[in-house]
């Protein structure tokens, strides 16, 4: 099992290497509890060989998985928990993991938080235009972005500064066997943030969400305007990964450093 962390304490600085003598040279089973396979391409470029990473795809009758927690490390934590039980009771779902050296779940929560509000939308980034209208599920990107300048349309931009922020919630799972019942480990979190601000209006045709009106510290472009490459290498969600894999002890996967 994953050496413990006590929920999310260490979220900020968090651990750099693996000390508890895994082999690691043996090739492991990720599963992501998304069915986002851009988001599953990221991590296994970052991961290199030494994991196989599937998507919520690879699972048979995948659960529905609840995320209501107030942050975004909650909700990470409760989506990786949620998957990582159901699987525990229900091994046959998930072939792949049963082959493979080992098993991990890896779920994620991130969004936008704006200074001058408060750190809103927050956890609620991806829904955020419906809070006012009752509106049911995820809004579109032009009705959050519509919602964002609106609310900032008498804001300088000194005061317009906001970060990406995404958090990874890891939990080990070992199987049941014969007088022992499946073992699920502690989350543990890793955070990776991408500081910036909130342009006076949509730019570029790129990336989604609030990328045509998030601009990156130390560059003039929006998201949207920067292209794939560039943002994935300062994104947030990039950064937490970073972080776990030095956590895990891996060698860069192809391309990354």
Known sequence: ???????????????????????????????????????????????????????????????????????????????????????????????????????????????????????????HSARFAHLDGGGVGNASDTENNAKLLRLLAEIPEERRTARFRCVLALVDLAWPSAGREAELGEAVLFEGVCEGWIGFEPKGTGGFGYDPLFHPAGHAASFAELGEE??????????ALVRMRGWLGLRSGPGIS
């Open 230 to 239: 560039i943002k994935n290498g300062l994104s947030h969600r990039y950064r």
């Open 1 to 123: 099992m994953f050496p413990g962390l006590d929920d999310v304490r260490g979220l900020d600085s968090g651990p750099t290497t693996r000390d508890d003598g895994a082999d690691m040279d043996r090739a492991m089973a990720m599963l992501v509890a998304t069915g986002n396979r851009h988001k599953v391409g990221e991590i296994r470029s970052i991961l290199g060989v030494q994991y196989r990473v599937w998507s919520m795809h690879e699972v048979l009758d995948p659960p529905r998985l609840v995320e209501d927690a107030a942050t975004f490390g909650g909700n990470a934590v409760a989506k990786a928990t949620q998957l990582a039980r159901y699987l525990a009771g229900k091994p046959e779902a998930f072939q792949p993991g049963r082959e493979s050296a080992g098993l991990v779940v890896l779920a994620d929560d991130s969004g936008l938080e704006v200074d001058a509000l408060g750190g809103a939308p927050g956890v």
